[in-house]
């Protein structure tokens, strides 16, 4: 099966509601890092405005609207039960891109101001789910204030990227940094995010129904689906616009992230090992499950997944089942911290 064009993407009724108009409970734009090179702008959103705070990190180039399929059902569908923050890592959508070396420590330091910006700053309060760079952030945030941390969720990551020194891999590398039409690098991200079964699979993405608290747009009739969820992944790429500066100092971010078997250990410790999952899939595209496992082995965690047939991105694949997952872990990490 041949993926559809941008503009047979463009062209399907579904399009125009690719991405959802979910209004948050609060938002803003902080200045963060004055002392650290900056100010630069966080931009942020908080849906929802229960007592239980689930804080979302995304990887290389992911905004505020990625995490989407999370936002609705903790934020608006769960609203009177959590407070979902999510937020644009410098370099990415609204923030802003400052030309400078990125880190994932720093990176980190973005997110800790915010949150104390928030006053999230009570012991045992912050859930935590990092995806891919979100998760090597999330390790940071963890090192910084372990103590904070209720549940530490990390998917599809690594305590540091690993090369097994062949040409192709480094050639695969190199290519991802060569420009390329938007096309191109819509069908080539889908490949590495998802196995091909599932692209070329019907759309059965849950959407925001008439009875959706905070969505400010209609649901969509039943013919508003795309076709496939490739074509709907693809208009969601051809919506956000990446920033394709930005990508480049977010990947320098990622691929010089390291943490010793030693250091997670220590982070464990201080976190509590029953309190992180770990999560990867066999057909990760673009972190090798050889990261995860490395991953699990490094930090024993309290629940360590090895998932079949799951790809790079589980908050899409897998919408449903990993939104109970992470249901399951902040319940465990609220029994923990004794509420």
């Excluded at 995010?193 to 209609?218: H, I, K, N, V």
Aim: glycine share 10%; with cysteine.
């Amino acid at each position: 099966m041949e993926f559809p064009s941008m503009h047979e993407v463009s062209d399907s009724p579904a399009f125009p509601t690719a991405i959802w108009k979910l209004k948050p409970h609060q938002s803003g734009h902080l200045p963060v890092a004055a002392s650290r090179g900056g100010p630069l702008d966080i931009s942020w959103e908080v849906h929802g405005n229960g007592p239980i705070k689930l804080v979302l990190i995304g990887g290389i180039t992911l905004t505020k609207f990625d995490w989407q399929p999370q936002t609705l059902y903790f934020g608006h569908q769960h609203g009177d039960r959590y407070s979902v923050l999510v937020f644009d890592n410098r370099g990415a959508g609204a923030s802003g891109k400052p030309l400078m070396r990125y880190s994932t420590s720093e990176l980190a330091k973005d997110l800790l101001e915010l949150l104390e910006h928030l006053g999230w700053t009570a012991d045992r309060e912050l859930h935590i789910s990092g995806g891919s760079m979100g998760g090597m952030i999330a390790q940071e945030l963890a090192v910084l204030a372990p103590e904070r941390i209720a549940s530490l969720n990390l998917h599809c990551t690594a305590a540091r990227f690993e090369s097994d020194g062949t040409f192709a891999q480094l050639a695969e590398r190199v290519r991802a940094l060569v420009p390329r039409s938007l096309e191109a690098e819509i069908r080539s991200t889908a490949l590495g995010c998802f196995p091909y079964e599932w692209l070329t699979s019907a759309d059965e993405r849950e959407l925001p129904g008439a009875d959706t608290p905070g969505c400010d747009e209609p649901p969509p009739p039943p013919r508003a689906r795309f076709e496939t969820n490739y074509a709907r992944f693809a208009a969601q790429e051809m919506l956000m616009r990446r920033s394709k500066t930005g990508f480049l100092l977010q990947a320098v971010a990622a691929g010089f992230h390291s943490k010793t078997p030693e250091q997670l250990a220590a982070l464990a410790d201080r976190v509590g090992r029953e309190r992180i999952m770990v999560l990867h899939g066999t057909d990760d595209g673009m972190v090798p499950v050889s990261h995860g496992e490395k991953l699990i082995e490094y930090l024993q965690p309290g629940k360590g997944l090895i998932v079949e047939g799951l790809g790079h991105a589980p908050i899409y694949q897998r919408t449903r089942w990993f939104n109970e997952l992470l249901e399951e872990r902040i319940a465990l990490g609220e029994k923990l911290s004794g509420r």
